[in-house]
């Protein structure tokens, strides 16, 4: 079946370390999204890419980045200079034919 | 800039009663609007896209409709279950890149 993987489920982060998400998709959908989810905030987006080897910032980028090297993968990694990384980050993927979401299950990030 | 609201932030209901969740946005020149369900921990579920050009959309007991010139969705729940306990979020598109706009969500408790 078609979908979106996300890994690992639980990630647990050392300060001054960078770690990097994963995202999977074998939907065949251009368009790749990340977003970070904090209790009572909603999502907001970090970044999103429309096409393989380029992607925009989005409303929260400061202290992430991205590659989207493979139209499937679009891995996120957070970095040192992210100061309160702790959240569920979850990656979704879409047409550019505007035919909706399909989103990950989630990673969610704690910062020990 | 488009916004999205979702009011009330959390309803409980006894088992068997139909509902309605309501879903409002600002700027009405959106592409499609689609509403997701999500378990605590868990990622997002496409459970209906409306497309612009559509009032509604129809999926088991669950039934979205959209009036762009009011800027208001809702979703409608027939016979409610306690397994229908979860986050229903809705999300406009509008705009260029495909980028959705979020709600913050309503938690829906169905009491057995």
């Not at chain 1, 990340?34 to 909603?42: A, L, N, S, T, V």
């Not at chain 1, 907001?44 to 139209?71: P, T």
């Not at chain 2, 592409?31 to 369900?37: A, D, E, G, S, T």
Request: aromatic share 10%; with cysteine; glycine share 8%.
């Amino acid at each position: 079946d078609g979908g979106i993987t996300q890994s690992p489920k639980y990630l647990f982060r050392k300060e001054g370390q960078n770690v990097t998400l994963s995202c999977e998709q074998n939907l065949n959908h251009d368009a790749m999204y990340w977003y970070r989810q904090d209790p009572g905030q909603g999502l907001r987006l970090i970044y999103y890419s429309q096409i393989v080897n380029d992607f925009q910032k989005g409303d929260i980028a400061e202290g992430y980045s991205v590659s989207r090297e493979k139209k499937e993968s679009f891995p996120l990694t957070v970095t040192s200079a992210q100061k309160n990384p702790t959240a569920f980050y979850l990656c979704a993927s879409s047409t550019t034919a505007r035919g909706g979401y399909t989103f990950g299950s989630g990673t969610r990030l704690t910062v020990v | 800039k488009q916004e999205v609201t979702q009011i009330p932030a959390a309803l409980s209901v006894p088992e068997g009663e139909n509902l309605v969740l309501n879903c409002s946005f600002t700027d009405s020149a959106i592409y499609n609007l689609q509403w997701f369900r999500q378990d605590p921990g868990k990622g997002l579920t496409s459970l209906l896209l409306i497309q612009s050009s559509q009032r509604e959309q129809t999926s088991g007991r669950l039934n979205a409709s959209l009036d762009k010139s009011s800027g208001r969705s809702t979703l409608y729940i027939a016979a409610s279950q306690p397994g229908d306990s979860a986050t229903y979020l809705c999300a406009a598109d509008t705009g260029a890149n495909s980028k959705l706009t979020f709600g913050k969500g309503i938690t829906l408790s169905v009491r057995p």
